[in-house]
């Protein structure tokens, strides 16, 4: 099980900012793919973006154009940087994390408030 820990979540107002980080440790496999995940209540948890170790990501249609995903394979950690923010966005944002013998692993998640 890799261990992941999240930061970088809070309260903005709408079109505002946040960058949220993770960064894992604990494993000895390679980790394939990173990504991020998110719940609002009373609703399923849905995927933002991920990104292969090779660089190719992929995106939420809510998402594209404010969310820019992005990774750092030396530290084994993964970066959200979210422009544009709408109240929408409010949740519950997972970091995840797929190794190459094809398990996940999650992080504890990181409250992200958008104020209208």
């Known amino acids: 099980q890799v261990h992941l820990v999240e930061s970088g979540g809070g309260l903005v107002q709408a079109g505002g900012s946040l960058r949220l980080s993770c960064a894992a440790s604990?494993?000895?496999?390679?980790?394939?793919?990173m990504g991020w995940h998110r719940q609002a209540p009373g609703k399923q948890r849905e995927l933002v973006a991920d990104?292969?170790?090779?660089?190719?990501?992929n995106y939420a249609d809510s998402v594209k154009g404010r969310f820019t995903i992005s990774r750092d394979n030396a530290k084994d950690a993964v970066y959200l940087q979210m422009s544009g923010l709408k109240p929408e966005d409010t949740a519950v944002y997972y970091c995840?994390?797929?190794?190459?013998?094809?398990?996940?692993?999650w992080g504890q998640g990181t409250q992200v408030t958008v104020s209208s």
């Open positions: 604990g494993t000895l496999l390679t980790i394939v793919r």
């Open positions: 990104i292969t170790t090779g660089g190719r990501t």
């Open positions: 995840n994390v797929m190794t190459a013998d094809w398990s996940r692993s």
